[in-house]
């Protein structure tokens, strides 16, 4: 699996030089969950393709922007799920975006989940890799060469509150819940990019992420296999608690389609008890 961390590092220098100096406007086409495509969208989507595709350990590749499975080596050993550049639409803004990567060993699921890695393109590109079973690590490009920065470790109790999803379609006890921890002094950190929001609770000790079902996303918004479940298995790592509406762990889901979606909470302990509780899960 170190190969393919090796290459993600790789990738990511060549999707930054693609984000600081190409053309941000849309491609006449939509992906596969019928999101409008950037022109960044598909040229990073290409970098990632043309860097695993040859790769004798990859079976698979499954990309957001694309709505087949890609077939690689029959006897490839891992399937990899990739969101190119998730929040491509805020860069535009000059805001901190991602890729996000999810290796699976077998058919893709929170079981066959080995692996997970993103990318935060801001003021600094880090990337962050993950291998089951043990700590994520926090890598930085620094002085021309990603250094090992450190391990990550969530704490039990956080100050950030990202909050996600449009609040007039938030539900009545999703708007109580919320504000609950507004009113205990939790900050509002949130930027529309999923990788840079959570990325920020893992790093600066704890919070919540959370994006709900709505009235205009019923099953949220955010991807299962290349979004939400690479996510679930850091935080887990980290020491955190990734669950659903209905406090199912997310690596625990059945996946109907490479491109369904679903409501997603992210946070350490304290956060997440405190939203079963108020939930009236168990
Ligand atoms: P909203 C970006 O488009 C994205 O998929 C995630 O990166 C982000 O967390 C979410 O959408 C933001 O959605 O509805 O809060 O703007």
């Not at 089951?132 to 926090?138: D, H, Q, S």
């Amino acid at each position: 699996m170190q190969t393919i961390f090796d290459t993600i590092k790789e990738v990511s220098l060549k999707i930054d030089e693609i984000i600081i100096n190409e053309d941000l406007g849309y491609v006449d086409e939509t992906n596969a969950t019928g999101d409008q495509q950037l022109k960044l969208d598909v040229a990073c989507d290409i970098i990632i393709e043309k860097a695993f595709r040859d790769n004798p350990e990859i079976k698979a590749l499954i990309s957001e922007e694309k709505e087949d499975v890609m077939e690689c080596h029959e006897d490839g050993k891992y399937t990899l799920c990739y969101d190119p550049l998730d929040g491509s639409s805020i860069v535009d803004a000059n805001l901190a975006v991602g890729a996000i990567f999810a290796i699976y060993e077998g058919e893709p699921s929170g079981d066959t989940l080995v692996g997970a890695s993103y990318v935060v393109f801001g003021p600094r590109i880090e990337v962050v890799t993950l291998v089951r079973g043990e700590k994520p690590i926090r890598y930085r490009y620094i002085n021309g060469a990603y250094q090992l920065f450190h391990e990550i470790q969530l704490g039990e109790k956080g100050h950030i509150n990202a909050s996600g999803g449009s609040q007039k379609h938030w539900q009545d006890h999703h708007i109580k819940f919320i504000h609950g921890l507004f009113a205990d002094g939790y900050r509002l950190r949130y930027s529309g990019g999923m990788v840079p929001d959570l990325h920020q609770i893992l790093v600066k000790g704890g919070g919540l992420f959370s994006y709900p079902s709505t009235a205009d996303n019923p099953n949220g918004k955010l991807r299962i296999l290349f979004e939400v479940l690479p996510f679930a298995l850091i935080y887990e790592a980290a020491g955190g608690i990734a669950i659903d509406e209905k406090g199912r762990r997310l690596l625990e889901l059945t996946v109907s389609h490479p491109h369904a979606r679903t409501p997603c909470f992210f946070g350490s302990r304290y956060e997440i008890n405190r939203f079963k509780d108020e939930y009236g899960i168990e």
